[in-house]
């Protein structure tokens, strides 16, 4: 063969292998098995990324899951092979596959920017790794705050797994977001997430492996995350207007007369309240029932048990009952299903129906931290369905110790657990309930004080944890000596009920100042009443929290997104609890733009921090410019009639608006639109013109109420206008 012929071979045998090598297919793999890899979207800025065996989609029993609900979503990609490289359009994101060298996903925006890069191991563990370049948020209730990078997560539901003292309970959720722009919800398997090192790790159960079904999410700005959050899980279902009031826990009680009197005391000294919330016998020597796991009054505390709800009704309360020992495989998806099984949730409800019978007003599911995922699901489904099936139409509540994912559909009212009274605990309990707020319920609190009590529980302590909870969804005092929770407790000279070999000093049982001071806040609470609705509506509408990590409203201020001590109440109020012993000022940061003093009026330049002093009475709160903030009057009771207009309180120098909203407050009808009292009214405030709109909102279909009286406020302006609302627009001039 000659020299030309010669090259001519080499060009031809490269030319071959270069064909052979583009079309060589590769087997989708994953955890040791040949796979079937799907790809579907999920809105405009979602993938859904499922990744089964051949051998499981051959015949082998799947994991039912009752954590997503049902949403809209298109099939893109469904393969067992590939040939090198796969690329394809998914909404307004670009996602690369490539199956060499282990399977791997990348997902852009349609503009470019990186969102995540996934890389799935054929390694049996099945580890799958992704990139955490910035802070890491969500995960649910407690373990390491408030930035989740640098720890590794079990993701299993504890009373005391991870400091319980100070960060409470573990109540894992599988929903993760990046403060530089993503969100990943691993629906199954269940898994632990490893962020000690980037990329970080989901490391599936081992006897969950195989099988994969994630969601990731590229947000286009912070609320894309929660509003995918609930488009997957549910929308959070709306409380009843009670309980954004006070409730009191009581726990070892000397019997009915002691039942009748602290509501009484409540009345009379004018301290607003709304829910009176009984512990079990069990946990304490002398509850409401008759031991743990019964729903049987006590004829030692509740020996006429519906004369007593009765009399509490008369009063404005509501009543609330600890109950525990659920069944540890509570299953079922419908109260309305029938089976001999007594750990089905329409038996177990069962053994509940006479006792709410009686006019219970809540449930309070203590501990199941025991249970599966789906178990404790199914917990927030029976204190839901079943009180809707005994009371259609009205709206249930119930405040749990645990949940998952998903529980927010039926309420998912959650506190933090049995937490430690110091200043170490209440500072950490901020970053707590921003991350549950993020990635499990909007509805979140603590007990006010903590559970256990230490020697550094004292009247101060209490005042600044009373404080927080004023502005926390969940708004309750409880704990082990408890009458030391009472806002008129710490001036009796009395411990009560003492529980608990650790406590305070008796010097602090003649504190006069921390009545009047939780006055205070009660009735601010009780004023906000409007607002704090209008919040909730939002938080049932969009997934927005009430309470809300600073990046969700300045994501591109560094300084606010790795705050944890701070945080945002609904949209235009800026809380900043007061977090240490003797404190005579606080340090916060106000993010860029105008910001005015909640108690002074003052107003300030924002992107900076600045030193706010402080007396025993005062947390800081500062207001928007352009907020427009509705206040109530006072009420005892949420259901208490009022005279008096509803005060628009205006913070000048921008532009602002908010859409106010109200309903019966009892009903389901906020859910079909059949509710006649339901109002959206559309308030905005034109800065220039010193002009305030006031006119129906997107949700208002006919207005019925008649006339509803406002007073427009200028703060720093002591200006002042009347107005009457009776369903057309009217213009208040300030």
């Known amino acids: 063969m000659g020299g030309s012929d010669m090259t001519w071979a080499r060009h031809i045998l490269v030319l071959i292998l270069v064909l052979g090598c583009s079309h060589r297919v590769w087997a989708v793999r994953y955890a040791g098995s040949e796979s079937r ?26 994991v039912t899951s009752t954590v997503l609900v049902p949403f809209e979503q298109e099939g893109l990609l469904d393969v067992n092979q590939l040939a090198d490289e796969r690329s394809i359009s998914v909404g307004r994101l670009q996602v690369k596959v490539w199956p060499s060298a282990g399977l791997g996903i990348s997902i852009r925006t349609d503009q470019g920017r990186p969102v995540q890069e996934l890389t799935f191991s054929d390694d049996p563990n099945g580890i799958v790794r992704f990139r955490i370049d910035a802070m890491v948020l969500g995960l649910g209730e407690g373990a390491r705050q408030f930035d989740r990078r640098g720890a590794l997560y079990p993701m299993e539901a504890s009373w005391g797994g991870w400091d319980r003292p100070t960060l409470g309970s573990v109540i894992p959720s599988p929903f993760l977001i990046g403060t530089d722009g993503w969100g990943m919800f691993v629906h199954q398997p269940l898994g632990r997430f490893d962020l000690r090192a980037n990329p970080a790790s989901f490391v599936p159960l081992s006897q969950a492996r195989g099988s994969l079904d994630i969601f990731v999410i590229a947000l286009q700005e912070p609320a894309d995350a929660v509003s995918h959050y609930v488009l997957l899980t549910g929308r959070p279902a709306m409380p009843p207007k009670w309980a954004l009031g006070y409730l009191q826990s009581h726990r070892t009680l000397a019997g009915p007369d002691e039942v009748l009197a ?10 607003p309240c709304d829910g009176l919330i009984y512990l079990g016998t069990g946990y304490c020597p002398s509850g409401w029932n008759t031991g743990h796991g019964s729903t049987s009054f006590n004829p030692k505390t509740f020996d ?19 109950v525990n020992r659920p069944p540890q495989d509570l299953f079922g998806d419908s109260i309305l299903q029938r089976s001999e099984d007594p750990s089905h949730i329409a038996n177990y409800w069962g053994r509940h129906r006479q006792t709410f019978a009686m006019g219970v007003d809540g449930w309070w599911p203590d501990d199941g931290d025991e249970l599966s995922a789906e178990s404790r699901l199914a917990r927030h489904r029976c204190y839901y369905l079943g009180p809707l099936e005994d009371r259609p139409g009205q709206r249930p509540w119930s405040l749990h110790r645990t949940g998952y994912a998903g529980c927010q559909r039926y309420g998912g009212w959650i506190w933090s657990g049995d937490i430690d009274s110091t200043w170490r605990t209440l500072a950490a309990q901020v970053a707590v309930g921003l991350n549950h707020s993020l990635s499990l319920t909007p509805f979140w609190g603590t007990d006010t004080g903590g559970f256990y009590p230490t020697s550094e529980l004292t009247g101060e302590l209490y005042v600044r944890w009373f404080q927080f909870s004023a502005f926390c969804p969940l708004f309750r005092s409880h704990g082990r000596t408890w009458h030391l929770r009472l806002p008129w407790g710490w001036n009796t000279g009395s411990f009560g009920p003492i529980e608990h070999n650790r406590g305070p000093d008796e010097s602090e049982l003649h504190n006069g100042d921390v009545e009047p001071i939780c006055r205070r806040y009660l009735e601010l609470r009780y004023r906000l009443l409007p607002y704090n609705y209008t919040v909730a509506r939002q938080a049932c509408d969009t997934g927005m929290p009430m309470m809300r990590a600073m990046w969700l409203h300045f994501p591109k201020d560094p300084n606010a997104t790795m705050l944890a001590d701070q945080y945002m109440w609904g949209p235009n109020l800026l809380i900043a609890p007061v977090l240490q012993k003797d404190a005579r000022s606080r340090r916060l940061y106000l993010p860029d733009g105008l910001w005015y003093d909640w108690w002074t009026g003052q107003r300030l330049e924002g992107g900076r921090w600045i030193e706010r002093p402080v007396d025993l009475a005062t947390m800081p709160i500062y207001a928007r410019a352009g907020s427009i903030i509705p206040l109530d009057p006072v009420r005892q009771y949420v259901d208490q009639p009022v005279d008096g207009p509803t005060i628009l309180r205006i913070f000048p120098s921008a532009d602002g608006g908010l859409v106010l909203y109200d309903d019966d407050g009892t009903s389901t009808g906020y859910q079909q639109g059949s509710d006649p009292k339901a109002a959206s009214l559309e308030l905005q405030w034109d800065d220039h013109a010193r002009r305030l709109r006031i ?27 009347a107005a009457e609302f009776d369903g057309s627009p009217i213009w208040v001039q300030l």
């Open 304 to 322: 006429r048990p519906q004369d007593i709800i009765g009399l509490l009704h008369q009063m404005g309360f509501k009543v609330i009952l600890h």
């Open 262 to 271: 602290v509501a009484r005391t409540f009345r009379q000294k004018g301290l």
């Open 695 to 721: 006119g129906p909102g997107p949700q208002m279909g006919r207005w019925t109420q008649g006339r509803r009286l406002f007073q427009a406020e200028l703060v720093g302006g002591h200006r002042q206008a």
């Open 37 to 62: 890899l799907s790809i579907s979207r999920a809105g405009d800025r979602c993938i859904r990324i499922r990744i089964e065996p051949v051998s499981r989609l051959l015949g082998d029993r799947q």
